[in-house]
């Protein structure tokens, strides 16, 4: 719309323009026909007050006056008066319009500066909004920076206590925090596992010491054999002897009633060894579980070529030479002064163990013995076999 009023605009201008021109030129040529005419009269004046006599004598003799000549100068006249009266017109109808032509573009610049007035507001939202993100974007690489120097510190940290627990340790493969901390949660629940099996073992025994010591005194028959808890245990052993053995016992009429108490004491007992090997074998399942998750662990990392610690992931990339250019004098001391006092306590230290760590490892050695012999011969040749192609994959 404002490209073809701006054209009709020029077109209209250029038309006025060419018609002013065209006026212009023609009163010039009035205005020259005007100096001829006013020139030819002076002429003739100056002639007919030269030659009076002239005059007279040629007053007849003049030829008569061209009307044609000045009816078509007048008929042109008009048609030149006409010519400018429809000018005018046309002029006035090209002023009119370009009033109405520029009231539409005052409207439309106000519309357009309502505009701009929008757009600017627009952009200086958008400015804000660059300087906000721009401000969060330097925070961010500020917070990166700053993990960036976490990262390395917990490196040479965990770079460290791999050495320290090496050098301790004694051991000349490397050793990983992560992996040590998996070792110690398997071991960890076997420790409670084991926990909860030595209660329900003193469970056990409480019912058996305190069934027994109710029934020794009644009847003829006696089971169980003494322990070192003071105690009388019933086996399998002296159940089916006694059942087996053509005692004259239970073909004696008189001791109908006592016989009938220990054949029931002795149903009890069976009844809470068979619950206790039942919670035995419970106990003994959840074992299997922790078992069969850790070597499926191993295998994982067995089957992977790198190892997925964490760890030792932080720790790639990092050599020796980085490692003591970061770390600084007092750690080192620190540590040199800590391998002396271990030293030195370790000198100091007995070497002989005393009957009470003997008695710990001997139960630690008992609690780790849960697997019944067929299934620890089943892990054990599991876990040969995992070695042997951990050795042929590394070959």
């Not at 149903?267 to 579980?289: C, F, G, T, V, Y």
């Not at 490692?323 to 002396?340: G, I, Q, R, T």
């Not at 007995?350 to 620890?376: D, G, I, W």
Request: charged share 35%; aromatic share 4%.
């Amino acid at each position: 719309m404002d490209d073809n009023v701006a054209a009709e605009f020029a077109a209209i201008k250029r038309k006025l323009q060419s018609k002013s021109e065209a006026l212009s030129i023609l009163n010039r040529e009035l205005t020259t026909c005007k100096r001829e005419r006013d020139h030819f009269k002076q002429l003739l004046e100056s002639k007919e007050a030269s030659s009076p006599s002239l005059n007279k004598k040629n007053v007849h003799e003049k030829e008569p006056f061209n009307f044609s000549e000045l009816s078509l100068s007048s008929l042109d006249k008009r048609g030149f008066l006409n010519e400018i009266d429809e000018l005018k017109r046309k002029l006035r109808a090209a002023q009119n319009e370009i009033k109405g032509l520029r009231g539409e573009c005052g409207r439309e610049r106000g519309v357009k500066w309502h505009q701009r007035e929008e757009l600017i507001e627009e952009i200086e939202e958008m400015r804000e909004k660059i300087r906000a993100m721009s401000a969060d974007l330097q925070s961010v690489l500020d917070e990166k920076e700053e993990l960036i120097m976490e990262r390395d510190a917990y490196r040479f940290k965990v770079y460290r206590l791999n050495h320290e627990i090496q050098t301790l340790l004694k051991s000349d493969s490397g050793i990983d925090v992560d992996s040590l901390v998996m070792e110690n949660t398997y071991l960890k629940e076997r420790f409670e596992q084991a926990v909860a099996e030595k209660e329900m073992l003193q469970q056990g025994l409480t019912k058996y010491k305190s069934m027994l010591d109710k029934n020794r005194i009644k009847g003829n028959v006696r089971l169980g054999t003494n322990t070192t808890c003071g105690g009388m245990v019933v086996t399998h052993r002296q159940v089916q002897e006694l059942l087996e053995n053509d005692n004259s016992v239970w073909k004696s009429p008189y001791n109908a009633e006592a016989t009938l108490a220990d054949l029931r004491s002795l149903s009890l007992a069976l009844l809470e060894a068979l619950q206790d090997k039942s919670l035995a074998l419970i106990h003994q399942r959840k074992a299997n579980k922790i078992l069969a998750q850790r070597v499926t662990t191993l295998e994982g990392r067995l089957s992977e070529e790198a190892s997925v610690f964490p760890s030792q992931v932080l720790v790639q990339g990092l050599s020796n030479v980085d490692v003591n250019k970061e770390m600084d004098k007092s750690v080192v001391e620190e540590y040199k002064e800590y391998m002396a006092k271990s030293r030195i306590q370790e000198v100091d230290e007995p070497t002989v163990r005393t009957e009470e760590e003997a008695c710990s490892v001997q139960k630690e050695a008992s609690e780790e013995e849960v697997l019944p012999p067929e299934l620890q011969e089943l892990v054990l040749r599991a876990m040969e076999e995992i070695s042997e192609n951990a050795g042929t994959e590394s070959r």
